[in-house]
């Protein structure tokens, strides 16, 4: 008999932005799945009207499609198992409950909104707990209060005494006593199902052999599993995942949310993080792959990724380490697709008109996220206004005497040059340093500054003067002249 094929499935709700805890769930499923030649499912959890955002549902796609999670059945492109909205699978959840109370496993609850208030109100109830009082009705009651059309709610019966164990492929045997389990709500007085009942009837009409998802479930798990023996159904394999945590300024560690930085997959993009890098680094949030390797793409996830590599221990969301991920993705991207990301960055600091792949290559070592373009390059479009103090440089040489003669030597030498590349400005500056028995860095110090207005530049005099041509080189070269006096 062959293997039971692995299923997974994300399974979010349209309620917003994608979190980072959701996205690393996500590719866990994924990988989960992919890893052992499996399918993974997208569900979409949508039964929750008062939370829904119009635009989630795109949003959910668009992040799915750009970290590169292709599903293999979804509410876009179907499958055997279907619908896969939950709202449009809405009536198949109360037979299965109506089973359960024909089999004596749950039972109608007719207690109203404001008993259950004043049972909050005790000290036994505060949490939330139920006291069971309609869960031995007799028959008789139980039609007459039908018959009087009395709102209910099916709930389950839960075992009263002795313990629930399960196992988690992470955090091992897990064991809860039932006196701790209140009989959970499985359908609400409008018909719909809780979200613990509608998830095990779709994961197992969907065929869902392996659930991952945050170890803030655990605790929710033995009601999971004894609705699947209440039904003797096969109970899943549990993958529960650790907490990501960040980072306060004060350096106290918390749960990851906004109060840390963006949080969200599209606000890392708007940061100008690559959506290969934050997947990269999501992987590695709470998984250690058998080697040292750090850099994969999601191909080579797919086949290193293995259950067991998934740690027990909290994850520290750290922002330095996303923008280290980053730039390694950018320094290894072929030149003229980061020249295509950097065009909207370039037209933003008004260097849209320069040779955008030459712009490129002079970043392209030295860009941690692609936000960082626009002020390493403004100077391009309009040179700051500088003080001539920026000429003195001690490593170089140069001084407020020596610059203005430097300068001018650089300038008319320029000037005369019947082309202009960046060999050829090269080979200019090599030549003036060697006629004057100069340093490179003596000569191109002031070329520099004159030309930018900033000690530190992407690139250096030649680049500069490259991109910028001719007549803009030459007119600042007069303009630092002029300042220089």
Not at 101 to 124: M, N, P, T
Not at 126 to 146: T, V
Not at 320 to 337: R, V
Not at 393 to 400: E, H, Q
Request: hydrophobic share 35%.
């Amino acid at each position: 008999m062959s293997e039971k094929t692995v299923r997974t499935r994300y399974a979010p709700s349209p309620t917003g932005f994608m979190h980072v805890g959701n996205l690393r769930t996500a590719l866990y499923e994924y990988l989960t799945a992919k890893s052992q030649g499996g399918k993974f499912i997208l569900r979409i959890e949508d039964t929750d009207r008062e939370r829904y955002v119009d635009g989630a549902v795109d949003i959910i796609y668009n992040t799915l499609s750009q970290a590169g999670l292709k599903h293999d059945e979804g509410p876009d492109i179907g499958g055997d198992f279907g619908p896969y909205v939950q709202s449009e699978r809405k009536d198949m959840y109360l037979p299965y409950a109506m089973k359960l109370i024909e089999d004596g496993k749950a039972y109608r609850c007719f207690c109203s909104k404001e008993r259950l208030e004043q049972l909050r109100e005790s000290e036994e109830f505060a949490a939330g707990g139920y006291d069971r009082k309609c869960r031995d009705l007799s028959e008789e009651e139980i039609q007459k209060l039908l018959d009087a059309g009395t709102p209910y709610v099916i709930r389950q019966k839960m075992p009263i005494d002795g313990e629930t164990s399960f196992t988690d492929s992470v955090f091992g045997t897990i064991t809860v006593d039932n006196k701790e389990l209140q009989d959970q709500i499985l359908i609400k007085e409008d018909g719909y199902p809780t979200y613990n009942f509608a998830n095990v009837i779709d994961d197992h009409t969907m065929g869902i052999t392996h659930v991952v998802r945050g170890c803030e479930y655990l605790s929710s798990t033995p009601k999971y599993n004894l609705l699947y023996e209440a039904f003797g159904w096969e109970i899943p394999t549990y993958i529960h995942l650790p907490l990501i945590m960040g980072k306060d300024a004060e350096g106290t560690v918390s749960k990851l949310s906004k109060r840390h930085g963006s949080t969200g997959f599209e606000d890392l993009v708007k940061e100008g993080y690559l959506p290969e890098a934050i997947i990269n680094y999501i992987a590695l949030l709470g998984w250690c792959p058998k080697d040292n390797q750090e850099i994969f793409t999601i191909e080579e996830l797919e086949k290193a990724f293995f259950i067991g590599g998934i740690s027990k221990s909290p994850s520290i969301f750290d922002y330095d380490k996303l923008a280290w991920f980053n730039s390694e993705y950018i320094k290894n991207m072929e030149l003229e697709k980061f020249a295509e990301l950097c065009a909207p960055y370039f037209e933003q600091a008004g260097c849209g008109n320069l040779d955008k792949v030459k712009l490129a290559s002079i970043l392209q070592k030295r860009v941690s996220k692609l936000t960082e373009i626009p002020e390493m390059v403004e100077f391009f479009a309009n040179i700051p206004d500088y003080d001539i103090e920026l000429f003195v440089n001690k490593k170089s040489k140069t001084t407020l005497e020596n610059a203005p003669v430097i300068l001018g030597n650089v300038t008319e030498a320029l000037r005369a040059l019947e082309s202009w590349d960046s060999e050829t400005i090269h080979d200019c500056f090599m030549k003036l340093a060697e006629k004057y028995e100069l340093k490179n860095g003596t000569v191109m110090w002031p070329a520099r500054i004159a030309v930018s207005g900033k000690t530190v530049t992407p690139g250096g005099a030649v680049e500069i003067l490259d991109i910028l041509g001719r007549d803009e080189s030459l007119k600042r070269l007069e303009a630092g002249l002029a300042k220089l006096g």
